[in-house]
């Protein structure tokens, strides 16, 4: 390291706070609650998975760890999408449009704890569907056209998307 790099790295060590995450305090303006959807697919799927290992099968343990890190993974990940459009980008006006969205939030929270929890298809198809009303608030609070289709993933179930 050169001489004139050390005083601004102790600087910088100094005064820094550590890391830092966000999304995003700016604010960006950018939300979409596509990414809770594909963890809500990725959590079925990984349901799909586990259910479906053979528990004879000398690799067992290890590939159900694996599925149950990617389902908590992305569980966690759901949880803090919704709660970045949840807490950033709704406002009070869209509380008065949309009663029921803090009780949406709050169930999709409990359901994505418990989705992480429990090797549970029934329930994990359930909250999708939340997480999919969620969506269609999102976009009806923008005052854009939605649709579900079929997704493109193995789950056999759908997803919403702008339909313009």
Sequence with gaps: MNMTNKPLKKLLKRFSSGRVYAHCDVPCGIYDPHQAQVDAHTIIRMVMLM???DKNSAEYLQTYTRYVDVKEKHGESLKHEVR????DY???????QFPELNDLVWEIMRDASNARQHVDLEASKA????VQRFAEIF????????KKVTAPYPTGESIVILAD
């Design 84 to 87: 970045v459009i949840w807490g």
């Design 127 to 130: 909250l999708l569907k939340k």
């Design 90 to 96: 709704f406002k009070p006006k869209h509380l008065e």
């Design 139 to 146: 976009f009806e609070s923008k005052g854009r056209k939605h």
């Design 51 to 53: 259910q479906n290992l």
